[in-house]
């Protein structure tokens, strides 16, 4: 089975400080892939990555950057975290040749004080 | 502007009803439409997907309906049970180097005992 794992699953940071959320994949996918998910909002693309040192913004780019220096290792930083940066986020990856198949990690909670 | 439109925002079904899901799509060139499943406290996972050169893919209790000309999509889940209780996302991407998924916002689906 493909295991999206991100490193955590609940975050309390205060605004203003740099914030960084981890993923890591154990297929060799080479996509991967940065949503954020709020309530009646749905999942909304921040960032995604097609190799390592690649990435694109998605939709939702402001107040974030991303990182991708091995395959397996996709992070999304928050440079001064902002009260509306608090929520749900989710990583995902996906293999080239199936690309348009999503696998997705648990999610990271996190709330800006 | 929002690509996917998915309604109902919020389903309640009895046990053994049927469970109807709709999406609505304006870019002609998306190619590729699935469906995720998520349950509390874990990340969306596929459910079924279709390509436009079908009208209907049934997997087991699951069913997508696809109408390209009338650019719709829906979920059907026969024979509905309490465990199907999730948010159900409805998604499209198009070909190419397009790696996105574009989302709607999300059903809530309560299946009552």
């Known amino acids: 089975d493909v295991k999206v794992t991100q490193s955590s699953r609940y975050l309390v940071k205060r605004t203003g400080e740099k914030v960084f959320l981890e993923c890591v994949q154990d297929?060799?996918?080479?996509?991967m892939f940065w949503y954020r998910q709020d309530p009646g909002l749905g999942l909304r693309l921040i960032y995604f990555?097609?190799?390592?040192?690649?990435?694109e913004k998605g939709d939702i780019p402001e107040g974030y950057s991303v990182s991708r220096e091995k395959k397996e290792r996709f992070s999304l930083i928050l440079e001064s975290a902002s009260t509306n940066q608090t929520s749900m986020y989710l990583c995902a990856s996906s293999f080239q040749g199936a690309r348009n198949i999503q696998y997705f990690g648990a999610g990271t909670r996190l709330s800006v004080l | 502007q929002q690509q996917v439109k998915q309604s109902p925002q919020s389903l309640i079904v009895q046990k053994g009803g049927i469970s109807i899901i709709n999406c609505a799509y304006e870019?002609?060139?998306?190619?590729?439409f699935p469906w995720y499943q998520q349950f509390p406290g874990k990340g969306p996972a596929l459910l079924i997907a279709i390509r436009p050169d079908v009208s209907e893919k049934k997997e087991g209790r699951f069913t997508i309906s696809f109408n390209k000309s009338a650019k719709q999509f829906s979920l059907h889940i026969m024979d509905s049970q309490p465990g199907d209780s999730a948010t159900y996302f409805c998604?499209?991407?198009?070909?190419?180097?397009?790696?996105?998924?574009?989302f709607g916002k999300g059903t809530l689906l309560t299946v009552n005992p």
């Open positions: 990555s097609y190799d390592v040192k690649m990435k």
């Open positions: 297929m060799d996918h080479e996509n």
């Open positions: 998604a499209a991407s198009s070909g190419g180097s397009n790696y996105k998924l574009t």
């Open positions: 870019n002609t060139a998306f190619d590729y």
